[in-house]
């Protein structure tokens, strides 16, 4: 087959799905409960298309189908089907480096299901957000009567002789642990957002590589995956952000903080990983024996649990003084 009717069975296959999928979405909505599933043979598709007009010819095609259908199956199929997928196979062939490919595929997934959020606030009266603030809410109320219940069976029962002044503080420390909880999962919703997006771009990413390379379409350079580095004016940024969120009026306003504690969660989920890194760099270029090796990995998969902080600082100082830096350069 020449490689000019490849593309064009390409294309056709490619918009073919892209209609059953939107005549799909319109009776079965909870299809696209597996956009990322779904995503990766179109990721496939756009990756042997070498043309611009395919996914165009598909966003007319849900735009149809939102008029004659269901609109909300037609913004659900662009903003996080054929847009993201789109933009991920034509960066998998045109780029090199995987963290850049999962990073813009991750963002290009959390600012479709941003507009898909304004859309079903201002198109169909839907406020999702406020419905994920309100099932917080209602998890702190269940899990602080849970808690209550159990204070309460403890007091109750003689034969167990418990220090009622010590229940009584574990049962006050168990209520402040789950208030906060429930405020930060309700403060970082955006940031926590994003890293799902991010891990979900990611899975995709190297599934579709994968099936890429097993196919012999290309040869995809996994390494890159271990060499990513930050500029150093990246923890700079973090330590002025985080400065700006200690003062005072800053941390008064409610916008701001918000702001600035997602910004500072997203950059500590980013030197976590460099900090991840930089173990595995020093664990495959040590000279120390294997024996060693083997205790030091332990010990640090025991630390990814006891104490992630650590590798956050470890990461913060591999992004300003580039400690990995022989290895990137090979």
């Known amino acids: 087959m020449s490689k000019k009717n490849s593309n064009i069975g390409w294309s056709i296959t490619f918009i073919s799905l892209c209609t059953i999928l939107g005549i799909a979405g319109i009776y079965l909505p909870f299809l696209y409960i597996l956009f990322p599933l779904i995503g990766i043979p179109l990721i496939l598709g756009i990756y042997k298309i070498e043309n611009h007009w395919t996914w165009l010819v598909s966003i007319g095609i849900a735009f149809l189908i939102g008029l004659l259908g269901n609109s909300i199956s037609s913004v659900l199929l662009i903003l ?25 595929t991750g963002l290009a997934y959390f600012v479709g299901f941003f507009l ?22 209602k998890w702190e109320i269940w899990f602080l009567k849970v808690i209550e219940e159990q204070q309460a069976l403890l007091a109750s029962n003689t034969r167990l002789a418990l220090d009622q002044d010590l229940l009584l503080q574990s049962y006050g420390i168990m209520r402040m642990a789950t208030k906060e909880a429930a405020y930060q999962f309700q403060i970082l919703f955006p940031s926590l957002f994003f890293i799902i997006c991010i891990i979900t771009s990611a899975i995709v990413v190297l599934i579709s590589t994968l099936v890429i390379q097993a196919m012999g379409w290309k040869e995809i350079n996994f390494t890159t995956l271990t060499k990513m580095k930050v500029s150093p004016g990246i923890p700079i940024l973090l330590i002025c952000t985080w400065l700006l969120g200690s003062i005072p009026t800053i941390a008064n306003q409610w916008i701001l903080d918000t702001a600035i504690s997602n910004l500072i969660f997203v950059f500590s989920i980013l030197f976590f990983y460099l900090g991840v890194l930089l173990v595995i760099y020093i664990m495959s270029n040590s000279k120390m024996k294997m024996v060693f090796k083997i205790l030091l990995g332990i010990m640090s998969v025991m630390w990814l649990f006891l104490s992630p902080s650590f590798f956050v600082f470890l990461g913060f100082f591999d992004g300003l003084f580039n400690m990995r830096k022989d290895k990137l350069e090979s």
């Open 80 to 104: 996080l089907i054929i847009l993201p997928t789109a933009l991920s196979g034509w960066q998998i062939r045109q780029e090199e480096s995987l963290p850049r490919v999962i990073i813009i």
């Open 116 to 137: 898909f959020f304004f859309y079903m606030k201002w198109g169909q009266g839907v406020d999702i957000p406020s419905l994920y603030y309100s099932a917080v809410q």
